[in-house]
């Protein structure tokens, strides 16, 4: 399967895990499914690999809220149908000022959504955290239980999985270079991979990542704004005597820290003995030619560390450190829309996730599935993902 020339009801380009979950979604709606990947699959030269990331509901955009709540959900229901954990449960923190605009509006959605949720000064903090949380006297500190961790590269795999057992057809090491209108009588699309193979599809979805620019204009003229930017995540070793205090099972929260910095992490996980803790954010890069440069923001992360665990997590150097890409967007909104133009409604891109959309995976999956298979997404408003905005803010 998968020969040169084959026709699909839907091929999806790129295969993390936007593309995998989407394959998932419309493998199992009985959609003859072509997978591509540019690279090996589960390579780490993109955005959908490493041990852990962050689930939680707090969001100051709230239109986030319902998707991550959705996506909870349907995490647990493709778990059970793999047979596997991805998904590990825990509480979630948020820590700032309290007039910080960003947690001012997480505290606004919880309140909307019914979260429940504490509001906490400096003193309570270190009391409900037993001295492992260390906040500054002015800051306050927002406890629910809404968090988790997800295991990125073991769920691009479940997904995959779960896609080849519902008669997807997967292929890596098939770069695509071009995308063309496909004029026989069937319409759809025809998609050429750099090794001269070519496929047909009634649609096509894009799921490039950090190549989502360069792709979507080399076969459109659409310059997309999606910022690749290379970034760090950061581990760092908890000291003897103190390393069940910050392990997962147990009391202690995802976090997430606003102001000058936004600093995020994890409980112990996949490393014993080390916490994540990093910088969201990153420095521009091209995807092709990457610098692997050294992080942003590390001598005051370090500083960081050392304030707000009280001494208890060596704040000298982290111990091990990750590369990896975000795609920004200038909201850090996503893109997620028919791209348009030649291609009209045969075309459909997920992109710009911006380095928080990996929660929202199995949901971004079946909304690019419903606008591949249906023509319009279902119960979720995804006005604020459309790439008219561009346009307008371009014209301002």
Known sequence: ???????????????GVMGSSTAYETARRGLKTLLLEQYDFLHHRGSSHGETRTIRATYPQDYYYPMVIESYKLWQEAEAQVGYKVYFEAHHFDMGQPDDPSLQALIASCRKHSIPHQILRRDQVAEKFSGRFNIPDDWVGVSNALGGVIKPTKATAMFQTL??????VLKDNAEVVDIERDHNARGGVTVTTARGETFRGKKCVVTVGAWMKKLVKAVSGIELPIQPLETHVLYWRIKPGHEAKYAIGGDFPTFASYGKMYVYGTPTLEYPGLIKVAVH???????????????????????WVERTFSGMVDSSEPVVKQACMYSMTPTEDFVIDFLGGKFGKDVVVGGGFSGHGFKMAPVIGRILADLAADGEAKGVDISHFRIGR?????RM
């Open 390 to 394: 561009f346009v307008r803010i371009s």
């Open 163 to 168: 896609a080849f057992r519902n008669g997807a």
């Open 281 to 303: 954010g990153g420095n521009p890069c091209d995807p092709d030619k990457r610098p692997w440069g050294s992080g942003i923001m590390v001598d005051e992360l370090k500083k």
């Open 1 to 15: 399967m998968g020969i040169s020339g084959e026709h699909f009801d839907v091929i999806i380009v790129g295969a």
